[in-house]
């Protein structure tokens, strides 16, 4: 197969960048398994965020990379909820010159879990009920004449694109 380069073009050149990107890209995917942070992805692989969103975009193998990447980071992140509401953690404590050390829990952690996990048993509940005077009903009152023309523009916009 014949490849014209442009005219200046170096093959050698183009082979570094692609392996320059290559290398960033691993880099990238690499620190977002692992702190489940683009930010600092980012930083540690020398991208742009701008440019690691650009290539989201554009290449759907980085894209299903980058999610299974966050999603192992994410499986980590509930691994040690789990650890830290279910088996505790140590928290060394310095008082009256002894050191002991005890172990804690989070109950927060499992009420984060449980929520998550089972919504339909340990979600929060609200009921909200709007009433009117005298806890009557609302009296709801729509005066088209009173709209602006610009209002009623607005809203026939936005009706057509619905």
């Known amino acids: 197969m014949n490849v014209k380069l442009p005219p200046g073009a170096d ?5 570094r960048r692609n392996t320059r990107t290559d290398r960033a ?10 702190y489940c942070n683009v930010a600092e992805a980012c930083r540690a692989s020398g991208l742009a965020r701008t440019t690691a969103y650009e290539w989201r975009a554009a290449d759907p193998t980085f894209m299903a990379e980058w999610l299974e990447a966050e999603a ?7 691994r040690e909820a789990w650890r ?3 088996e505790g953690y140590d928290e060394t404590i310095v008082s009256g010159g002894k050191i002991t050390v005890s172990t804690k829990y989070s109950d927060r952690m499992l009420e984060i879990l449980l929520k998550g996990h089972r ?3 340990y979600r929060e509940r609200v009921s909200n009920e709007i009433s009117g005077p005298g806890g009557g009903p609302v009296d709801i009152a729509f005066d088209p004449s009173a709209l602006s023309d610009a209002a009623i523009a607005e809203l ?7």
């Open 119 to 121: 919504p339909d048993k």
């Open 25 to 34: 890209r691993h880099i990238f995917l690499d620190v977002l398994r692992q």
């Open 84 to 86: 830290r509401g279910a």
């Open 156 to 162: 026939m916009a936005a009706r057509k694109r619905a």
């Open 72 to 78: 192992e980071a994410v499986d980590k992140l509930e």
């Open 11 to 15: 093959i050698k050149q183009g082979l």
